[in-house]
């Protein structure tokens, strides 16, 4: 019951501690899973888009929460299309282009966005010639 009022507290979910999660808004079903998720303080932790659907306070809330997990030692992957956003609690950012590893980007990088597309347009036209 402790470890439930925590998460509760953490991703201001209280107010709906009696509501069923399909009566809740996208972003709040979004904070009630990733409540679950963390509910344990895993060692290991994968998420796929966490931010979808969160409003930024809500963004504000799991970046905190991702970094306190990071600098107690947990060993967290995301996966999301927001590279920004990943940048602010990443010590790696490694680029998946259809299932492959192709490359990696420092989270300190001026422009991940055009980083990212070039080394994805790379790599298709890699595969391209080789084809």
Same mark, same amino acid.
């Given at each position: 019951a402790a470890a439930v009022d925590r998460a509760l507290d953490e991703f201001d979910l209280g107010r709906y501690a009696g509501v069923r999660a399909g009566r809740l808004s996208l972003g709040n079903r979004q904070r009630v899973g990733i409540a679950g998720a963390l509910l344990h303080e895993p060692e290991a932790i994968v998420l796929d888009e966490p931010t979808n659907g969160l409003d930024p306070a809500g963004v504000i809330v799991l970046r905190e929460s991702l970094l306190r997990?990071?600098?107690?030692?947990? /060993?967290? %992957?995301?996966s999301s299309h927001h590279?920004?956003?990943?940048?602010?609690?990443a010590d790696r950012i490694t680029?998946?282009?259809?299932?492959?590893?192709? /490359?990696? %980007?420092?989270?300190?990088?001026?422009d991940l966005e055009r980083a990212f597309f070039a080394l994805v347009h790379d790599d298709d036209e890699a595969r391209r010639a080789a084809a």
């Open positions: 997990r990071a600098a107690a030692g947990a /060993g967290i %992957l995301v590279l920004d956003e990943v940048a602010r609690v680029v998946v282009n259809d299932g492959r590893v192709i /490359g990696s %980007l420092d989270p300190g990088g001026f």
